[in-house]
Structure formats: C-alpha cells, structure tokens
C-alpha cells in the first residue's frame, strides 16, 4: 500500500485547504484512512478517520465543526476540508490507512498499517 498526501500550503486565519490522500496498492474501499497532525515539538495527534464500508467519520474535538473528511472509492483517495484554520492547526499532516480497525481504534495512530509522506499546512496569524 501506498499513500500520497497533498494539498498543504501557507494560509491566512480563517482560511481553508483541501488536503488529499491518494491510495493505491490494495483494494482502498477495504481501507480505513486517518488524518494525523504534528507539529514541531509535539506529538503526533489524530484530527479524523472515515471507516471503509458506510464511512463512518470521526472528528478530534479540536477540529470538530471546521473539518470535514471524505472518501471517494471511485478515486481511491480521502479528502481533509478544512475551514475557519486557526494558527494551532499549523502542522505536518499525515494521511495514514488501517484495513481492520474496529471503532475504539479509529483515533489511535499505532493502529494503521501504512503512512504516507505529510504535506505541511501552516496558518499565519
């Protein structure tokens, strides 16, 4: 399995990106994929999750309500919106997948199985 993050740049406050993960590999609908964040000096925290079959999403409680994560079978590839950004959601993003994660897991990154390369999101003030 591979995964391909992108979409990460510079933006003002309140600003928005689309960051995509694109899979490849393995049959992506028997995939779980998360959105993990880290920014410098931090550790690595989970920001969402959307299970394979039904899409059942997932939201950090620092994200929930500016973000929005969604996955297109067709493209083999998941989607972060993010809106209203804020200088503390500067970070390197990580998209990672997980083909059997039960929901308890769905927010801890040792459960994925793959990771790809993080695209960096920064927010000036």
Do not use: H
């Amino acid at each position: 399995v591979q995964l391909q993050a992108s979409g990460g740049g510079l933006v003002q406050t309140g600003g928005s990106l689309r960051l995509s993960c694109e899979f490849s590999g393995r049959t992506f609908s028997d995939y779980s994929v998360g959105w993990f964040r880290q920014a410098p000096g931090k550790d690595r925290e989970f920001a969402a999750a959307i299970k394979r079959y039904g899409g059942a999403t997932f939201y950090a409680d620092s994200v929930k309500g500016r973000f929005t994560i969604s996955r297109d079978n067709a493209k083999n590839t998941v989607y972060l919106q993010m809106n209203s950004l804020k200088p503390e959601d500067t970070a390197a993003y990580y998209c990672a997948a997980g083909r059997s994660l039960i929901t308890s897991s769905m927010r801890n990154g040792d459960a994925y199985n793959y990771w790809g390369q993080g695209t960096q999101v920064t927010v000036s003030s």
